[in-house]
Nanobody, 124 residues
Framework: QVQLVESGGGLVQAGGSLRLSCAAS????????MGWFRQAPGKEREFVSA????????YYADSVKGRFTISRDNAKNTVYLQMNSLKPEDTAVYYC?????????????????WGQGTQVTVSS
């Protein structure tokens, strides 16, 4: 049974940093694509970042490029999202997602597995 568990969210002032973690379990994720999505109140879920677990290209939404970094730790079976220079508009629930072969990397409905989400609140 695949399980994705996010952690690391919290309240931070604008300009601050947070690192989100997504602990993955239940199978070998070597070939999986891992994505981060977010959903702010009253808004649709949006793509933040993605990568293939085995390495290769990293993908970012334009709104976070240069501020956020996705990475993974194979030994810990964990994917991270380092978020720097946070802005109030980054406030959202952040979700980790996984899929073996998402048709569209930036589309949430193409991911099969999801975590429960972690709240990130950035104050101005």
């Amino acid at each position: 049974q695949v399980q994705l568990v996010e952690s690391g969210g919290g309240l931070v002032q604008a300009g601050g940093s947070l690192r989100l973690s997504c602990a993955a379990s239940g199978r070998t994720f070597d070939s999986y694509y891992m994505g981060w999505f977010r959903q702010a109140p009253g808004k649709e879920r949006e793509f933040v970042s993605a990568m293939q677990w085995s390495g290769g290209s990293l993908y970012y939404a334009d709104s976070v490029k240069g501020r956020f970094t996705i990475s993974r730790d194979n030994a810990k079976n964990t994917v991270y999202l380092q978020m720097n220079s946070l802005k109030p508009e980054d406030t959202a629930v952040y979700y980790c997602a996984a899929d073996l072969r998402p048709s569209r990397l930036r589309v949430g409905t193409d991911y099969q597995y999801w975590g429960q989400g972690t709240q990130v609140t950035v104050s101005s």
